[in-house]
Every structure is written in C-alpha cells, then in structure tokens.
C-alpha cells in the first residue's frame, strides 16, 4: 500500500475542497461532511487526479461499524480511512484500503495505550494529533515501525518542517495557507 507524503490537505470547510484540488498534493482528506455529500466529493476527488481519504468518525450520518465500511468500500469508493477506532482499520485492510490509525497523546498513558492498539490492529500509518511533539513521533514510530502522519495544531511552514524532519512521513492540516 502506498503511503502519503509531504502534506494532505484536510478539507473541513466545503470552501477549500477547490483549493485542495488545485494543490499539487495527491491525497486529500475529508474530515467533516454529510454521508449524502460523500459520493460527489470523492468522485470529483478522482476527476482530478487525487486520492481520497474518508475520516470515518467524522462523516456525518455514517456509522463506524461493519456495515458503514461495506457501504464505503462498494458505494463510495475512497483510496483509503483514518479512524481513531481499532475495528475500523481492521476492516479497512480487510477490504485493501489504506488504513491510517488516528491517535491523540494526551499523556504517557496514552501513548502507550496507542502503540498497544497499534501493534494490534496494524494500520498502514499513524497519525499522531497533537502533531507538535517531534519526541512522540520518534517513539512512535520506533516502537511500531509504522509511517507517522502528523496533525493537528500545526500552523506554520516551520512546523511542517519539524515534523517532516523527526520522522513523519507526511502533516496533515486544514489550515489552506500551508498547502502551497
């Protein structure tokens, strides 16, 4: 499975799904929208060339269970899922979507509840929220030898290049500024 790179826009307002289709980035990721809008966008999404990634907990009007991601995998078609929750990225590589496991540190129990959770249900990539804290990355991605996405409260170009350069394969962000 190929993993993202560099930066993935993340689209929470429908104003900058435009923008980030004339990014030269090649994911795009939603992370907030209605299930009926769903279709369109990731179809649009492919039209320009992109791949989409569906944040799972976030659609609204979807359910994070089994049948929420057969409806994903036979109707909607994304590239690939983030979800914070270890039955949906088991079913995501069940149904050969990249899978990318969604984990917040809040403190050292956290992390080591994450990297259980991870070593367990094996997702593709990690992404780490808040994606501020280069030590964490480094842990991570040490003890689960897993590709590191960063997100979440990066708001500088210095901070993508922090990130990038502590061992996160990619950032992703929703701040539009960061995207060129």
């Given at each position: 499975m190929d993993v993202p790179a560099g930066i993935i826009p993340a689209i929470r307002r429908m104003k900058?799904?435009?923008?980030?289709?004339?990014?030269?980035?090649?994911?795009?990721?939603?992370?907030?929208t209605r299930l009926s809008r769903l279709q369109s966008l990731v179809d649009y999404t492919k039209r320009?060339?992109?791949?989409?990634?569906?944040?799972?907990?976030?659609?609204?009007?979807?359910?994070?269970?089994?049948?929420?991601?057969?409806?994903?995998?036979?109707?909607?078609?994304?590239?690939?899922?983030?979800?914070?929750?270890?039955?949906?990225?088991?079913?995501?590589?069940?149904?050969?979507?990249?899978?990318?496991?969604?984990?917040?540190?809040?403190?050292?129990?956290?992390?080591?509840?994450?990297?259980?959770?991870?070593?367990?249900?094996?997702?593709?990539?990690?992404?780490?929220?808040p994606g501020i804290i280069p030590d964490a990355i480094q842990e991570l991605s040490g003890q689960t030898d897993k590709p590191v996405i960063a997100g979440g409260l990066i708001r500088s170009?210095?901070?993508v290049k922090n990130a990038l350069t502590q061992g996160a394969v990619a950032v992703t962000t929703s701040n539009n500024k960061l995207w060129n």
């Open positions: 900058d799904f435009e923008k980030a289709l004339e990014s030269e980035y090649e994911y795009v990721i939603f992370l907030e320009a060339g992109k791949k989409a990634l569906i944040h799972v907990d976030l659609i609204q009007g979807l359910k994070a269970d089994e049948y929420g991601m057969e409806f994903l995998v036979r109707e909607i078609k994304p590239h690939g899922v983030l979800s914070t929750r270890g039955n949906i990225i088991k079913l995501a590589r069940k149904h050969k979507l990249l899978a990318i496991q969604r984990v917040f540190l809040l403190d050292s129990h956290a992390l080591e509840q994450n990297i259980k959770m991870i070593n367990r249900f094996q997702p593709d990539c990690i992404e780490v929220l170009s210095e901070e």
